[in-house]
C-alpha cells in the first residue's frame, strides 16, 4: 500500500486534529504518502482530496474541531453515489482509508469496504454513543467543558437559594450527564436511561430543600427529554427554589482538547495506519480496558449500548 487517505465526518469533536495529525505523520514515516479528504463523504464525492505532508498538520494537534472539515451526506446510501466516490479514490491512487467518525460514519466505510475499499474506522463522538469502544474522541474534552460550565452554575446558585437545570448533549447516550453529575456532585441526573417523571422531580427537589436544607441544587439532563425551561418554571412554583435553566448547546464541541483525548487520538491514528498496512480492512479501533484494540465493523456496529446502571446507584448513595 502507497497511498492512503483520511477524513473525518459527522459532527466534530475535539481531539480529531491529533488523530488526523497522527495518520499523517504515522503514514509518511512508513513511507506511505497521505491524502486528506474535505468534507467528509460528501467530499470524497465531490473530489475535495489533495496530498499532505508533515507540515500541513503542524500544530494541530492542540487545536479543537477539523482541519479537513466534516459534512453530512444521506445519499451516500446510494450505490451510484459510493461508486462515484471510488472513482474518485482510483483517481488518486489511494488505497485504503481512515474514516474517522460515530455510528454513521462506519456504516459509510462499511460500505465500501463490501464495495473493496480498504477502510478502517476510528471513534470520534463527544456523546461517548459507540458502544464497540469504553472511550470515543472528544468525549473526555466534552465533558470537562461541561464540568467548567457547571461548577461556575453552582457558584452563583448556591448564592440565590436557585435550582440550576443544565442541559447537555447526548440525546442517545447519558454519559455526559451521569459523569458530568458524579464529578460536579449534582443532586439530580436524568438520562433516557433513568427516564423522566415530572413530579418525581419536583418531590426530590423539595425534599433536597427541606430535609437537607440546601441553598441550592443542580439538576443535569440529557437533552431531547423535556424542555428545561419548562421544567425550571415548574420548579419556581412547585419548590422553594428559584429555578433556571441553561442550555450548554455546541459549546461542548468546541475548545482546545485534553491531554487523555489527544493521546487517545495520537494512538488510534496510529493503529489505524498499522491495520491498513498489514492489509486488514473493515475494522474499526477501540479501547477496551485501557488496551486499544481493532474490531470488525459489523460487530462493533451490532454491540449494545453500556448500561450505567452502576454509576446511576453510586450517584444515588452520595447525593
Not at 480498504?118 to 470520534?124: H, L
Request: include cysteine; charged fraction near 25%; aromatic fraction near 4%.
Amino acid at each position: 500500500m502507497k497511498r492512503i487517505g483520511i477524513l473525518t465526518s459527522g459532527g466534530d469533536a475535539p481531539g480529531m486534529n491529533a488523530a488526523i495529525r497522527s495518520v499523517v505523520r504515522s503514514g509518511l514515516s512508513q513511507g506511505i504518502e497521505v491524502f486528506g479528504i474535505y468534507d467528509g463523504y460528501q467530499g470524497l464525492v465531490e473530489d475535495k482530496i489533495r496530498q499532505l505532508d508533515r507540515g500541513d498538520v503542524s500544530d494541530i494537534i492542540i487545536q479543537g474541531g477539523t482541519v479537513l472539515g466534516s459534512a453530512r451526506l444521506e445519499e451516500f446510501k446510494l450505490l451510484e453515489i459510493r461508486q462515484k466516490a471510488i472513482e474518485n479514490l482510483k483517481k488518486h491512487e489511494i488505497e485504503g482509508l481512515v474514516v474517522i467518525g460515530g455510528d454513521g460514519s462506519y456504516r459509510g466505510a462499511l460500505a465500501l469496504h463490501e464495495m473493496g475499499v480498504p477502510c478502517i474506522g476510528v471513534p470520534a463522538t463527544i456523546d461517548n454513543d459507540i458502544a464497540s469502544t469504553e472511550y470515543s474522541i472528544g468525549f473526555d474534552t466534552a465533558l470537562n467543558t461541561v464540568i467548567d460550565n457547571v461548577d461556575k452554575l453552582r457558584d452563583t446558585s448556591s448564592s440565590h437559594h436557585r435550582c440550576s437545570v443544565i442541559e447537555v448533549m447526548g440525546n442517545r447516550c447519558g454519559d455526559l450527564a451521569i459523569y458530568a453529575g458524579i464529578t460536579t456532585g449534582a443532586e439530580l441526573i436524568i438520562t433516557k436511561e433513568t427516564g423522566y417523571d415530572e413530579m418525581e422531580v419536583l418531590e426530590r427537589l423539595q425534599h433536597i430543600e427541606e430535609s437537607k436544607k440546601k441553598r441550592h441544587a443542580m439538576v443535569i439532563i440529557s437533552e431531547k427529554i423535556t424542555d428545561v425551561e419548562l421544567l425550571a418554571e415548574k420548579i419556581s412554583r412547585h419548590t422553594n427554589f428559584s429555578g433556571r435553566s441553561t442550555v450548554l448547546g455546541h459549546i461542548q464541541r468546541g475548545g482546545s482538547p485534553t491531554a487523555r483525548d489527544r493521546i487517545l487520538a495520537t494512538q488510534f491514528g496510529d493503529r489505524a495506519v498499522q491495520l491498513l498496512l498489514n492489509d486488514v480492512s473493515g475494522q474499526c479501533v477501540a479501547v477496551n480496558h485501557g488496551e486499544i484494540v481493532s474490531i470488525d465493523l459489523p460487530e462493533a456496529l451490532k454491540i449494545p449500548r453500556r448500561s450505567r446502571k452502576d454509576l446511576f446507584e453510586l450517584h444515588e448513595r452520595l447525593v
